[in-house]
């Protein structure tokens, strides 16, 4: 099962074409819905004119080594050590379910256009990350859905109560969820079974990526923008935000710090 390329035995009944063209169509929506809610929600005007206006206010000229050199900081600490999370139980989770899900869709695409069918040997690594990816997004996601969310842990609402910000992360565990049991019961042999887990894989998935303008999805495109900003700022004294306190008593017990953020 583990070593076994499952949309390789998918090409028994839908064309490998079907498949490339399914995927195709979802790049493309992920980008359509990324450029409509950049300006549908003028997010890319609202932060290259802040940018500007910030500009002006710098204290000191950064120059082009020590941009570099922040645009490197920003995509290892924020970008790939998601350093921005001081709960370490939300960075771990956070962690899981970035570096599951990269796995899982680079694994996907490579099995989907480069060994689409039995005939192409796949290699048993490919298979290995997809499955492995999957289940680091459930253990991520699953574990911040049920024990981490603020709402949640912090002010007892129902684990179960869902609003429209949690329409990513529901969309995306439900997916990778189907996706597994799909290539279960493929792997059993039980048609019935593998047509219905993977009708509910494609509507899931569908839901995914079609979904970008109203969820969370492009999110990880502007964080690291956001980030990077922020870096820039802070280093030639343009940042109009407070600075640290320096004692922690002026804003509370030092004795509990936010747990969830």
């Known amino acids: 099962m583990f070593f076994t390329n499952p949309f390789a035995e998918l090409s028994a009944s839908i064309s490998p074409i079907v498949m490339q063209t399914y995927i195709a169509i979802m790049v493309l929506m992920v980008a359509g819905g990324t450029l409509f809610d950049m300006v549908h929600k ?10 500007r206006n910030l500009k002006g206010k710098a204290t000191r000229q950064i120059g082009g080594g020590e941009m570099i050199s ?29 570096y599951g899900f990269i796995a899982y869709v680079v694994a996907t695409a490579i099995m989907v256009f480069a060994y689409p069918t039995p005939a192409t040997l796949t290699p048993a690594i490919l298979p290995v990350l997809w499955y492995i990816g999957a289940l680091l997004v459930c253990l ?15 002010e007892g609402n129902s684990p179960f109560r869902l609003i ?12 990778t969820t189907f996706g597994l049991v799909w290539a279960y019961t493929q792997s059993t042999g039980n048609v019935t079974w593998t047509n219905i887990f993977l009708a509910l894989y494609l509507l899931s998935t569908t839901v995914l990526f079609v979904s970008v303008p109203w969820s969370k999805f492009s999110h990880m495109f502007y964080k690291p923008a956001a980030a990077f ?17 320096d004692q922690a008593e002026t804003l509370g017990s030092v004795g509990r710090l936010p747990q969830n953020y």
């Open 70 to 98: 922040l645009a490197v900081k920003t995509a290892v600490v924020e970008g790939m050590t998601s350093g921005e999370f001081c709960n370490v139980q939300r960075r771990i989770a956070h962690l899981l379910t970035m």
């Open 164 to 175: 429209r910000a949690d329409l990513f992360i529901v969309s995306l565990l439900v997916s």
């Open 229 to 245: 900003q922020k870096k820039v700022e802070a280093a030639d004294g343009s940042s109009n935000l407070p600075a640290p306190a």
């Open 42 to 51: 003028k997010s890319a005007t609202y932060f290259f004119n802040n940018w």
């Open 140 to 154: 991520g996601g699953y574990w911040f859905w049920f024990f981490i969310r603020v709402d949640v842990a912090a």
